[in-house]
């Protein structure tokens, strides 16, 4: 049977599934193996992390058994959610790809002026006090704040911010052009008639 046939089209698209299946799994084990080595433990990180993870299980799930059952409701709602996940994911991996230095440390700022919780745990982790200065008066709790000798934030998150954003950006792009594959391929799975099924059927 030639690739563009009823079985490789299912079979493509459960492959496509499991992928996204697997990454759920390793998205949701990452959070929970940065709690278990202390290496996060903002609620707020995790709790999206999770979130995010527990969404892609959803609908990847939801794609899966719509394509092994070629089940025509559940491959159009997966094709729809699909698309939607498409289109935002393209948008910011092309943002994070295409944003300048101005415009990145300004928003590294409004981040920082707006994570009191977590802005403490920063300062002790990267061993710095406040985002482009700091005073004495203000508390820190970085290592270096008792001798005055702290560098800024700002200066060390700056110096990463690009390169985590070109590979998140890169990441994203790359993962939206396989939603994109897996919205097409639902689409031409969807009007294909099961070979083992009444040939005089409509799907």
């Not at 959070?31 to 903002?42: D, E, P, Q, T, V």
């Not at 070629?70 to 698309?83: D, E, G, K, R, T």
């Not at 001798?147 to 990441?171: F, Q, R, Y």
Request: charged letters at 15%.
């Amino acid at each position: 049977m030639v690739c563009g046939g009823f079985t490789c089209s299912k079979n493509s698209l459960c492959v496509l599934n499991l992928l996204y299946i697997m990454v759920s799994l390793l998205l949701i084990g990452i959070a929970a193996w940065g709690i278990g080595f202390g290496l996060i433990s903002s609620l707020r990180v995790v709790g999206v992390a999770v979130a995010v993870g527990i969404l892609l299980f959803i609908i990847a799930l939801v794609g899966l058994i719509g394509a092994i059952k070629h089940h025509q409701v559940l491959l159009f709602f997966y094709m729809i959610i699909l698309f939607l996940v498409f289109v935002v994911q393209f948008s910011v991996s092309c943002a994070s790809l295409a944003i300048n230095h101005d415009q990145r440390n300004e928003l590294l700022e409004i981040g920082w002026n707006h994570t009191a919780t977590a802005r403490s745990e920063i300062e002790k982790n990267l061993n710095c006090c406040g985002f482009h200065y700091f005073s004495v008066e203000e508390p820190c709790d970085a290592e270096c704040y008792p001798s005055h000798n702290c560098t800024t934030c700002g200066s060390i998150i700056e110096k990463h911010a690009e390169d985590v954003l070109k590979v998140v950006g890169g990441i994203g792009f790359f993962f939206s052009f396989t939603e994109i594959l897996g919205v097409w391929l639902t689409y031409r799975y969807r009007n294909q008639k099961d070979p083992r099924a009444n040939p005089s059927a409509f799907l």
